[in-house]
């Protein structure tokens, strides 16, 4: 049961910057650092941004993440054919004995 | 090399039982904990549970629990995600994934994930 909410696709031309949102509550995105995850066609997923807005070694500075609130947003500047994948933000929920969310998806096309 | 590898797929009949497995290596495999992903096909990403190798301490999210059971053997490095009846709708590509935790680096992320098993449940 995904409690983050995000839309169903994003596209752009190359070189265009693409921004992703991500809606949750108080007991998780309100609460807790969000995650952002690349998953490639056909491969497992990636991690892409951490703690809100920091990249992994080897991540592209394309990528930048930032969190306000409840919200959070995933953005891609210069975005590059290879960029075409699905991305999901996620966060620890607090609710209960504690559980990690994924959002619902979104799939970035690079037209 | 920091890795974790999956076994491979499978293909069951319902009621049938199944064990699915996660190798770690290259990194001290009871000192992080190990999540299970659910990916059905064409659908997103839907977390598990996880379990501390070091311990053994295990959580379920509210969806899962009583469906599946995570476990480890950390002699050999490895966790298990088993079914003791398996459904059709079980029919999906299972992740496992380390979670990257530092409470002072504020990180809370999986970090590492496993290439993916795939079950397919059919009679």
């Known amino acids: 049961q995904s409690v983050l909410t995000q839309p169903p696709s994003a596209s752009g031309t190359p070189g265009q910057r693409v921004t992703i949102s991500c809606s949750g509550s108080s007991s998780n995105i309100g609460s807790n650092s969000v995650n952002w995850y690349q998953q490639l066609p056909g491969t497992a997923p990636k991690l892409l941004i951490y703690?809100?807005?920091q990249r992994p070694s080897g991540v592209p500075d394309r990528f930048s993440g930032s969190k306000s609130g409840t919200s959070a947003s995933l953005a891609i500047s210069g975005l590059q054919s290879e960029d075409e994948a699905d991305y999901y933000c996620a966060a620890w929920d607090d609710s209960l004995n504690g559980f990690y969310v994924f959002g619902t998806g979104t799939k970035v096309t690079v037209l | 090399e920091v890795q974790l590898v999956q076994s491979g797929a499978e293909v069951k009949k319902p009621g049938e039982s199944l064990k699915i497995s996660c190798q770690g290596s290259?990194?001290?495999?009871?000192?992080?904990?190990i999540a299970w992903v659910r990916q059905m096909p064409g659908k997103g990403l839907e977390w598990m549970g996880i379990?501390?190798?070091?311990?053994?301490?295990?959580r379920y999210s509210p969806s899962f629990q009583g469906q599946v059971t995570i476990s480890a053997d950390k002699s050999i490095t490895t966790a298990y995600l088993q079914w003791s009846s398996l459904k059709a709708s079980d029919t999906a590509m299972y992740y496992c994934a380390r979670r990257d935790y530092d409470i002072l680096a504020v990180t809370d992320a999986f970090d590492i994930w496993g290439q993916g098993t795939m079950v397919t449940v059919s009679s």
């Open positions: 703690s809100n807005n």
């Open positions: 290259g990194y001290s495999f009871t000192s992080y904990w």
């Open positions: 379990i501390y190798p070091g311990d053994s301490d295990t």
